[in-house]
């Protein structure tokens, strides 16, 4: 069983930064997946980011592309999603999410643990 907790969400300006994280219990850590959902009020779930177990292959869907990075710090069982240039409509509630294998693409349409999610609000 992985357990996932996202911290770090909050309020920022338009054109700000913000980086929230993901801490994750459990064993085998470091052969996973992870990535990165959000959920806008009224609007379908959106995969934002993914990263594969070694950090050397990365996805970011293309409305975050070249403002988002993913990492990860497998000897503290740690995920970044550090979100720069943020727009109004990056506000939506962060999830985290990890597969039980190294396959990215499976995190796209079934993660198989999910976090409790961070909001993260981008207002003047």
């Known amino acids: 069983q992985v357990h996932l907790v996202e911290s770090g969400g909050g309020l920022v300006q338009p054109g700000g930064s913000l980086r929230v994280s993901c801490a994750a219990s459990?064993?085998?850590?470091?052969?996973?997946?992870m990535g990165w959902f959000r959920q806008a009020p009224g609007k379908e779930r959106e995969y934002v980011a993914a990263?594969?177990?070694?950090?050397?292959?990365?996805y970011y869907t293309d409305s975050v592309k070249d403002r988002f990075t993913v990492s990860r710090d497998n000897a503290k069982n740690l995920v970044y999603l550090q979100m720069n240039s943020l727009k109004p409509e990056d506000t939506a509630k962060y999830y985290c999410?990890?597969?039980?294998?190294?396959?990215?693409?499976?995190?796209?349409?079934?993660?198989?643990?999910w976090g409790q999610g961070t909001q993260v609000t981008v207002s003047s």
């Open positions: 999410v990890a597969d039980r294998t190294n396959d990215v693409s499976r995190l796209q349409s079934a993660p198989d643990y």
């Open positions: 459990g064993r085998s850590f470091s052969t996973r997946a």
């Open positions: 990263i594969n177990r070694s950090g050397d292959f990365t």
